[in-house]
């Protein structure tokens, strides 16, 4: 037996969340693709076997619209050239948003088995399954910029401190991300079990069973993953001043 489904809704949003100027939108795509096979067969007249696959992959792109650069602006860019965000109290916001630029893919497949056995009163069923899950995850935080200010007439100046003479910059916050932007998370999931359906009587049966469910830790898929061992980590007590000496790589894994 085999199914399949598949969906897709494309969608443009002429405002982004948070941005009140016309022109900065967003383009969305949301796709989903289901596929199934199953195959129940009879070995003898009390034996069957049931054998399942399947495959899904789910899709979610967020693309902002962004029309102007920062080079138009005449403004050194951040990461991306695009312009970046820029917010002023009360009054307008444009620009891209912090977080609305990301692409999640999500694979997974599954393939699973079922073996019944009649035994009497009894129905024996063993089987297992196993479900590896291979991701993509890319988002661009605040890699355009973002620059917040509270009043209009420090938009109109955009000094810094020492150029409108106060201990103050016009511009209240100013962000910028960098570093990593794109990972690929994977997990391999499998389980083990075993049942009985014992029917005691016409009117009782009593369901048994056990079963095996192992989550996988996450792996990067292109090995650019660490993380912290404590049993690496020196355990001499730092003085008061603090001191981070002793403190090697050895210890990131």
Request: negative net charge; glycine residues 10%; proline residues 6%.
């Amino acid at each position: 037996l085999f199914r399949s489904l598949y969906s897709t809704d494309p969608t443009f949003l002429p405002f982004e969340s948070g941005v009140s100027v016309l022109g900065f939108g967003e383009n969305d795509t949301h796709a989903n693709t289901n596929l199934s096979l199953s195959h129940t067969y009879s070995i003898t007249p009390t034996l069957v076997n049931e054998i399942r696959a399947g495959y899904q992959k789910n899709l979610d792109i967020q693309l902002p619209v962004t029309p102007i650069t920062s080079a138009q602006l005449g403004m050194a860019p951040a990461v991306l050239p695009d312009m970046a965000s820029i917010s002023i109290s009360g009054e307008f916001s444009a620009g891209a948003g912090q977080n609305e630029n990301q692409v999640i893919r999500q694979t997974t497949w599954e393939i699973d088995d079922t073996l019944s056995k009649v035994i009497g009163k009894h129905q024996i069923k063993v089987g297992g399954s196993f479900n590896p899950t291979r991701m993509l995850y890319s988002d661009l935080f605040v890699q355009r910029g973002v620059i917040s200010i509270q009043s209009f007439p420090d938009f109109l100046l955009g000094m810094s401190g020492a150029q409108n003479g106060t201990p103050y910059s016009n511009l209240n916050q100013t962000l910028v991300g960098n570093g990593r932007p794109t990972a690929y998370p994977n997990f391999n999931n499998f389980a083990l079990f075993g049942q009985d359906d014992f029917r005691v009587t016409d009117r009782l049966t009593l369901n048994l069973g056990l079963r095996y469910q192992y989550n996988g830790q996450q792996t990067y898929g292109d090995g650019k993953m660490s993380n912290w061992d404590w049993r690496l980590y020196p355990k001499g007590i730092p003085p008061a001043g603090g001191t981070l000496e002793g403190l090697d790589r050895k210890s990131v894994v």
